[in-house]
């Protein structure tokens, strides 16, 4: 079990406060040990985002469905395998963004039990996409601190992808910074009769009389086991389903939802959809005014 801390990276390269004070509300908005060089350009509309951003508020745990590829590829004439391909910078500036920020745990639909119903030449690209960016993406995700993790059945995968993936969440394990969860063969249903299952394996059908289980208990056979659930759902290119996704975990989370597709969606989006989160209030089912319990576990203490 680690316990992760939000990522102050090592350089000690602070950005200038002063050039992050448009839009701001109050001093306390920023956090002087983030470092954000070479990720925000002054004068940007990125840089305007940021300052309205409350660093003591941010999502915990983002979990995004990344949608629209094949209406990508489709206005612009190509294969649908073009619109993954361009889909992997989007991957990659989230990554880094959400890293950089300091938000705990990133959680990407990248692949779903359904998923496997498509044309196999589509399906063996996505899966050439996962291995190539791992093999590319291997030290940004280690100078970033961020540690590499697969939710999903990945039994089901190849075994050469399996052990490529083991191998990355292996060379990650110790990273302290953000959890990047990648969902691979992933089916919310699927992740719920997982976990029965596990724990009707784990007790016996008879002898002692057997605990009933409650949510917090439940929550531990989950993939996502030890992390806080997602405060923020992005779902990308205007579609508003769920598409089986983080079923359990979602139960209250904010949903934001943006026409542009995947491959367009960049730290900008990424940025607006956590001003527009802060702006909402969250009840849990109370009423307005009183103080909500966050749902999952307490800040710093995402396990894996
Ligand atoms: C949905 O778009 C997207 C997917 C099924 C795959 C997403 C995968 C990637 C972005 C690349 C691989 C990811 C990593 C992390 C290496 P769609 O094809 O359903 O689009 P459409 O609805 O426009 O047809």
Redesign the pocket.
Known sequence: MTARASLLLPSGVCYDLHSLRVGATTPAMFHPARDFEGLIAKGSPEEQLLAQIDFERLPRHIAII?????????MRSLP?VA???A??A??RDVVEASARLGCQVLT?????VE?WK?PRR?VDT?MG??R???KKELDTLQTNNIAFNVIGRMDELSPTIQRELQEGMEATRGNTGLLFN?ALSYGGRAEIVDAVNRILAERPASGSPRAPVDEAAFSRYLYTAGQPDPDLLIRT?G?LRISNFLLWQIAYAEIWVTET???DFRKRELLQAIVDYQKRERRYGRVAGSEPEPVGLSPGKVTV
Do not use: K
């Open positions: 990344m949608d629209g590829n094949g209406r990508w590829a489709g649908r619109g993954h391909r889909g992997i989007a991957v990407l639909y990248a692949f779903s998923n498509r589509e996505l996409l996962l190539e960016y791992l990648i290119s579609e597709l995947w491959p």
